[in-house]
């Protein structure tokens, strides 16, 4: 177990010099249109607060959120910047702390899409994130539950 985590804490902290000094580009976020349809976006928000958001809760707010709840070795110099780096980058593209629909810098079709293409190519969560939270994975069950939700959203929408 001490060498897993000596491992893994090695692993972690050369990501971390890894991914100082690297700039991201910054991306405007646009407004939103607003629906002609408030019946469809209510549905869809009750459907995802109900159904998907536990999940998400679970798998993507530390990164995608204002509750963030923050590993044991986020105080480590280095790390500490890598994950706040991560966090910030995170919600600059998706924000998830208001429910549905995101704040993002793109549409709310295109905020779902992404994220069925990001399940699909299991680019999300990140795997250097997935090494130390495993719980971060989500089940078969977890991923048709949110496709689902998509599909009804994008019909709806």
């Given at each position: 177990?001490?060498?897993k ?8 902290f ?13 991306v ?20 995802y ?8 809760e ?10 963030t709840?923050?590993?044991w ?6 790390i ?11 919600k ?17 079709r295109?905020?779902?899409e ?44």
């Amino acid at each position: 177990m001490m060498l897993k985590l000596f491992i893994s804490f090695i692993v972690l902290f050369n990501l971390c010099l890894a991914h100082e000094g690297k700039k991201h580009p910054r991306v405007p976020i646009k407004p939103r249109a607003q629906s002609s349809d408030n019946f469809s976006d209510q549905k869809i928000n009750e459907d995802y607060v109900k159904n998907i958001k536990p999940i998400f809760e679970r798998a993507c707010f530390d990164c995608h959120s204002n509750k963030t709840v923050y590993p044991w070795y986020h105080k480590i110099p280095g790390i500490k910047h890598l994950i706040e780096s991560d966090i910030k980058e995170g919600k600059k593209h998706l924000d998830m702390s208001l429910d549905f629909p995101f704040k993002s810098h793109t549409t709310p079709r295109e905020d779902l899409e992404a994220i069925e293409n990001a399940i699909t190519n299991n680019t999300m969560p990140p795997q250097r994130y997935k090494m130390l939270h495993w719980n971060s994975k989500l089940s078969q069950e977890e991923k048709d539950k949110i496709f689902e939700w998509i599909l009804f959203s994008l019909i709806n929408l």
